[in-house]
């Protein structure tokens, strides 16, 4: 199985795949500057030169240009310390992003209302743990501690790969004093269960076989939901994020991603199929076909067990007609 854990760590494998609404061969530039061994975890040497012939032969060559920028030693090995300074700033800006488009209270606006279902379904008195996968400076998970919008019996915990990443936040979250926790590792393998797995533009990631492979994995685990936001494969996405992003954000290798990432978006069938492991009902709240392509950026997919279904539409009101399971897409899936 692969290792789900934050931006920087895919599979090597799998980088470029092409699948459904993305190119063949775009590549996100922080995906190939950072590497981690997937079993023991250490961080190993990333050589720029190496780096930037993989962009050179995915056709990119303002990616060749920028990362041919970044330090390296005289092996010409990319400087990690530049590099983690490098995405720290990346991801900050990031955070004004999910500010901006209040990703935070969308969250909440479904988690809410599948915690209660969980409450009354199971019976159990808590505590509950909402798990960020790849949740970089913990953005999601530091907003919903200062919000304690999910109530108190929910703990809340970050992971991620990256070691830096998951310092900074854990800097943060002490800094501003709260209560939730960051841990550098691998999701689906902390000594607590989860409850609930969500993430943040983290789908795109996975080409081919592995998107099926991440929801599998949690399927098998003792979760009883999971909410993946990630952006939406729409026509206007990459124009829109081209926007966005020069209007937004200052560091070139931000601009890049961003619009990459909006051309990998996976299509909401793809999704809807890949979620469609045993034991898990796939959801999709506000589908490409319901919604405003002008104002759709990120939507999520929720997978509950098939019993939690009933009580979680209750929870959610009149808002439960916006989330459309496969059957609804039969035609465009099969």
Known sequence: MWTFLGRGSWPTGLRGEGVGFCPVHQLEISDLITVVDPHSGHRLPVRRAEVIQQLRESGDERAARIVAELPTDRDGV??????????????????????????????????????????????????????????GLGYLVRRLATTKALGTDVELVGVDLDAALVGEADRLARAEGLSCRFVRGNAFDLPEAATVYVSTGVLHHFRGPALAEFFQAQAASPAHAFCHFDIAATRLAPIGAWIFHRARMRNPLGRHDGVVSARRAHSDETLLRAAAVPGIRALLYEPRGAANPFCTTLRPIIGVRPRLEAPFRQALGR????????????????
Do not use: K, N
């Open 78 to 135: 990319l400087d990690p310390h530049a590099v983690d300074r490098l995405l720290i700033s990346v991801h900050t800006e990031l955070q004004r992003l999910s500010e901006e488009l209040r990703i935070g209270e969308r969250l909440v606006h479904l988690l809410g209302p599948l915690f209660t279902a969980i409450r009354e379904t199971t019976g159990q008195p808590g505590p509950y743990r909402l798990v960020d996968v790849g949740c």
């Open 319 to 334: 808002d439960a007609h916006r989330m459309v399971g496969p059957e609804h897409l039969a035609g465009s899936i099969r």
